[in-house]
């Protein structure tokens, strides 16, 4: 059963394939390298013996996407992570946010429908609940207006979906909310490649650690929250990975309940930026050099999931302990070294 990943060579999507392919799935991937690496491809087949299949294209070009499904006539399912996803350059470059993520999910759904490929899975985020009233956030909780170009496109994304399987009652749609995921795969094969200087908090702590930046701001502590840094919900990679399995599964099983669902994929644990720095010290035996500085702007004070609606529907719970993740997450950084 041949599944169709879109940004195979990033972050999430690889470690993706790789359950995908460990599954018994076989996998073809698209990816224009803008925000991964060729080498990842050396990574999935260390792991899995198995290397996949790969073109390099912009799922911007409607007729390089198109063309691309001609070819693949016995692909079963989509799951769709090419996008750009960096909030603060999302402010900064809005048109080419909108572009890239809007018109790529519009050329494969485009193709989908022409071709008769009925199933996808797309990458939400829960970005798309902005400070919630009301914590841990349900599927039900409102969604709020985005603070970013970058959560806009997926505000946008999920509505297209919704949108679509009205009228296409034969295509079959799911959204996946993550929270923040981290980790990287237990092998050190592949994991996290972040462009330049980090904005994220984790890679921007083990680069720390490892040298290649100095210091990590931790961006206030004057939060309503327990130790008054901010809290999110850090889900490993592995975890998220297979959430993907599941939901693909499930569409390919005819499991989904109505044509578009959307689910929210994290722990249900809420930790602060303090309490992240405590783990990963317990879990590899280094010191974490930050200072408290003042708040970054635009962040949320704190969010995490309600993941009932995962664990029953979706039969999907996140097992790794936080410290296992971190500990993983270093492992990758040790291989990366200072380059
Ligand atoms: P990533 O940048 O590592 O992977 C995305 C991949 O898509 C990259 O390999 C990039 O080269 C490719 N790509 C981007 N635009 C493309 C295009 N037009 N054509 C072809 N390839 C293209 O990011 P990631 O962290 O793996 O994120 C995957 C998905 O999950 C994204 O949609 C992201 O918005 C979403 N998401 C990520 C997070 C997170 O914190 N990492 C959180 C919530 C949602
Ligand atoms: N953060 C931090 N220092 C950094 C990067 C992030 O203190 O260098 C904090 C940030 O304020 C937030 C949390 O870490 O509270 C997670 O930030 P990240 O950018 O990783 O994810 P977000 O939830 O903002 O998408």
Redesign the pocket.
Known sequence: MKVFV?????????HTVVELQQSGFEVVI???????NIQ?LDGIEKITGVRPEFEQ????DEKATRDFFARHRDIKAVI??????AVGESVSMPLEYYK??L??LMNVLLSMREFGVKNLV??????VYGQADVLPVTEQTPRKQAESP?GN??AMCEDILRDLAKVEKDMNLIAL?????IGAHPSACIG??P?GVPN?LIPYLTQTVAGIREQLSVFGNDYNTPDGTPVRDYIDVIDLAKAHVVAIRRLLDGKNKANYEYFNIGTGNGVSVLELIQAFEKATGKKVNYKIVGRRAGDIEKVWADTTVANTELGWKAGVPLVETLANTWRWQEKLGKG
Do not use: M, Q, W
């Open positions: 879109t940004g195979g060579t990033g972050y999430i999507g690889s698209v990816d224009n390298l803008c925000n991964s990842v294209f912009d799922l911007t769709h992570f090419a996008a750009l996803k890239n993520n018109n790529s797309f990458s939400s985020s829960c970005t970058y496109t997926k909310r993550y929270f923040n995921p996290e490649l462009n994220n």
